[in-house]
């Protein structure tokens, strides 16, 4: 029976990437197998969740932020938020450190190049697994499980800080959004 629907939903999209990068933290702890793309999507998605968050909040905090989003870079917004909300951060150490790193990583994935880098260093590795270890391009060093783990805690925290210095609440995580809607038959 045909029906029509009406109404209107809000997508949290942040809290979506969030648990996107959660769940791909799972898959990469659970196998060895796949690895390490669930490494890369992990991180990739705390990146996301950064920047899907930097935008929902400028949205709530500025009337003019769909001007400034795209003139803006995505450290440009996390500053201006600190600055504007009287947060201090210091890039050289976690979890600020941690925002430039995976900003880094993303744009990196985002714009991949073939390389061919000369390596010479010296490394741990267990002669019966030879196979066992990473060298080459800097994101698959970087697209490691500590990196992963510390890029989903470190995102958290910085989300959370920026939520709570707004007085949006202690919990920005707690909804993906929802909606309200009619329906009607035809």
Same mark, same amino acid.
């Given at each position: ?25 799972? =898959? ?56 504007? =909300? ?14 430039? +790193? ?35 391009? +800097?994101?698959?060093e ?15 925290e910085?989300i959370?800080? =920026?939520?709570q ?22």
């Open positions: 029976m045909p029906t029509i629907v009406r109404g209107s939903a809000e997508t949290v999209s942040f809290a979506y990437m969030n648990i996107g990068a959660t769940h791909m933290l799972d =898959l990469a702890e659970k196998t060895e197998e796949g690895q390490l793309y669930n490494l890369i999507s992990c991180i990739t998605f705390c990146a996301f969740t950064l920047e899907a968050y930097f935008n929902h909040l400028g949205a709530i905090k500025y009337d003019d932020w769909i001007k400034k989003e795209r003139r803006l870079s995505k450290l440009k917004k996390y500053k201006k938020f600190c600055q504007d =909300l009287n947060v201090s951060c210091d890039f050289n150490v976690r979890p600020y450190l941690t925002l430039t +790193e995976i900003f880094h990583f993303r744009d990196t994935m985002a714009h991949g190049k073939t390389s061919v880098i000369e390596i010479e260093k010296e490394m741990e590795v267990e002669l019966d697994e030879v196979n066992h270890f990473t060298a080459g391009a +800097e994101w698959k970087y697209a490691t499980l500590a990196n992963a783990k510390k890029a989903l805690h470190d995102v958290q910085l959370k800080e =920026l939520h210095a707004e007085n949006l609440g202690n919990d920005p995580f707690n909804s993906t959004g929802g909606g309200l809607f009619a329906i009607s038959r035809t």
